[in-house]
């Protein structure tokens, strides 16, 4: 039943963009990531990119609201930098670790549209449901690409790296034409999830290889991302005309 709701939504979403005319939105852009570490401290942003591909509906008579299906790549995550001081050189030195997770998102949604001047300028601002795919992380490599020689009992573990995550991506723009069927879009998206990154159960009788060495519990950790990405994008309008 759930499989056939989805085939009927989206029969229903590609069934309105055919009765109209069709936008085809290639853009891409930086990536702001930030995550919430349940039990895990602290985490700076984290500066990487997307790319994303969507199909949008065109109202030919008022282009007012729009309805639209995206895919893209997005590389979601988070830091941490520190500085040291170097008591004998007196110098600083520079240690940064990043947690990457490498996702294909599929969003749907829709737009409300205003216009702004003239040339067909308009502002927008949008809503989505939106699900993730973790295609890939670096969190099984970190011991490897920072030269440790041990792994860190308090690094994420890549075996508790869920690989479907649901969320919501929420913003507003700028689109306008460049000619009669094609255009720009600028646009500024907030994309939280609902659901975890990772979840990683409670694991208990752990030496501590930064104390005693007596057994500890390293407590449940869960991580969820927020991203906050700028996109600058190219539109191709098919343009359908009903001749009666």
Same mark, same amino acid.
């Given at each position: 039943?759930?499989?056939?709701s989805?085939?009927?939504? /989206?029969?229903?979403?590609?069934?309105?963009? !055919?009765?109209? !005319?069709?936008?085809?939105?290639?853009q891409?852009? =930086?990536?702001? %990531?930030?995550?919430?570490?349940? $039990?895990?401290?602290?985490r700076?942003v984290l500066?990487?990119?997307h790319?994303?591909?969507?199909?949008?509906?065109? $109202?030919?008579?008022?282009d @007012?609201?729009? %309805?639209?299906?995206?895919? %893209? *790549?997005?590389? @979601?995550g988070?830091?941490v930098?520190? $500085?040291?001081?170097?008591?004998?050189?007196?110098?600083?030195s520079?240690?940064?670790k990043?947690?990457?997770?490498?996702?294909?998102?599929l969003?749907?949604?829709?737009?409300?549209?205003? =216009?702004?001047?003239t040339?067909?300028?308009?502002?927008? *601002?949008? +809503?989505?449901i939106?699900?993730? *795919?973790?295609? !890939?992380s670096?969190?099984?490599?970190? !011991?490897?690409? *920072? +030269?440790?020689n041990?792994?860190n009992?308090y690094?994420?573990?890549?075996?508790?790296v869920?690989k479907?995550?649901? +969320?919501?991506?929420?913003? %507003?723009?700028?689109?306008f034409?460049?000619?009669?069927?094609?255009? +720009?879009?600028l646009?500024?998206?907030?994309?939280?999830?609902i659901?975890?990154?990772?979840?990683?159960?409670?694991?208990?009788n752990?030496?501590? =290889?930064?104390?005693?060495?007596?057994?500890?519990?390293? =407590?449940?950790?869960?991580?969820?991302?927020?991203?906050?990405?700028?996109?600058?994008?190219i539109?191709l /309008?098919? @343009?359908?005309e009903?001749?009666?």
């Open positions: 039943m759930r499989k056939f989805t085939l009927l939504l /989206l029969a229903f979403f590609f069934g309105q963009l !055919s009765a109209q !005319s069709t936008a085809y939105v290639l891409g852009g =930086p990536t702001l %990531g930030s995550q919430k570490w349940e $039990n895990g401290g602290d700076q500066f990487k990119y790319v994303a591909l969507a199909i949008e509906s065109v $109202n030919n008579e008022d @007012k609201s729009a %309805g639209f299906l995206q895919i %893209g *790549y997005h590389v @979601k988070s830091a930098r520190n $500085n040291f001081a170097n008591v004998f050189t007196g110098g600083n520079k240690f940064s990043e947690y990457r997770f490498n996702n294909l998102s969003a749907i949604g829709a737009k409300q549209k205003f =216009p702004l001047g040339n067909g300028m308009r502002y927008f *601002y949008f +809503g989505a939106r699900g993730d *795919y973790t295609l !890939s670096n969190i099984k490599d970190l !011991s490897d690409e *920072y +030269g440790f041990y792994i009992i690094d994420p573990q890549d075996e508790y869920k479907l995550m649901f +969320g919501l991506s929420i913003g %507003g723009g700028l689109q034409n460049l000619s009669e069927l094609i255009g +720009g879009q646009t500024l998206s907030i994309c939280p999830d659901t975890n990154q990772y979840r990683q159960p409670a694991i208990p752990v030496i501590d =290889p930064y104390g005693s060495g007596a057994n500890i519990t390293i =407590p449940e950790r869960r991580i969820r991302n927020t991203v906050v990405e700028v996109s600058f994008g539109r /309008l098919h @343009k359908v009903i001749v009666e």
